[in-house]
């Protein structure tokens, strides 16, 4: 079960790697049925937000007409940022499922857990380590290539991460 | 100088009180000048996370055409939350002006500080305390007419702050 939503976040991350932009993927699902999908699209809109998760996050509300997405479970190729996990506990997400740690900026368990602040009026479930080598080895290869590659443009880009 | 661009923030805060959302105004300013502004749209538009600070930040991203907002600074009524100081230190916001503090949720100082973390990739000055008074009252009123009223939308919505 949980490996079939991650695929399709995987599918998100692709869909990332193939416009160049840092492969994450995400989507919210509700009983058993995809509500709002999402990849990272920073550098295609010029958008900080631009994070999958926040457009998972978006799409799930549009289609739901509701900011409260209860009942709802997200499912990241990447532990969130502190953006987005407080966006997850803003939008009341019941289970954050999450495939790879991000040790530099995980906000989610990692250098910080916003997503369990005993002190914020929400806490969500956690489940990590699905598909975890697929997600990670995804993200590991394309900032390999950045690194290889010599273009200042994507210099810039691997530094700002 | 700084007064002026938070009475900037304080109309945006009018604008969302005046459609019976949560009163919060945000303006990014570079070289003296407004980039984008924004008001607490939650309830409005159903999406949990349309608060003032991102919808500043996207305005200003898609007028400089740029995700890095390298020089600007946002002024907000009201201390941001995680989700906000995430996406601000994202945007590389230079320095974060902001009224009143928000003991219960505010993530740049209150119960954690996003925007100062040493374990992130950038840090943002901040200046708090311009025009509280202002920014304070105008928050508290909302929520104590909120408590007059019965209306049970109105409850459950006091009751998500």
């Keep these: 079960m949980h490996e079939e939503f991650m695929a399709e976040a995987l599918n998100e991350a692709y869909e990332a790697l193939a416009i160049g932009e840092v492969p994450v993927g995400a989507v919210v699902v509700k009983d058993g049925r995809v509500l709002g999908r999402g990849h990272n699209l920073r550098e295609t809109v010029n958008d900080p937000t631009a994070h999958a998760e926040i457009i998972a996050v978006r799409a799930a509300s549009d289609e739901l007409n509701a900011w409260r997405l209860e009942g709802c479970d997200i499912y990241v190729t990447v532990e969130p940022c502190a953006m987005c996990a407080g966006a997850l506990v803003l939008a009341r997400i019941r289970t ?66």
């Design 96 to 161: 954050l499922v999450f495939g790879a740690r991000d040790p530099k900026a995980g906000a989610c368990g990692s250098i910080m857990n916003i997503v369990q602040d005993e002190r914020l009026n929400h806490r969500i479930e956690i489940v990590e380590g699905i598909l975890r080598d697929e997600c990670q080895s995804l993200l590991q290869g394309f900032f390999r290539d950045l690194r290889r590659g010599v273009g200042a443009v994507e210099r810039a880009r691997l530094e700002s991460e």
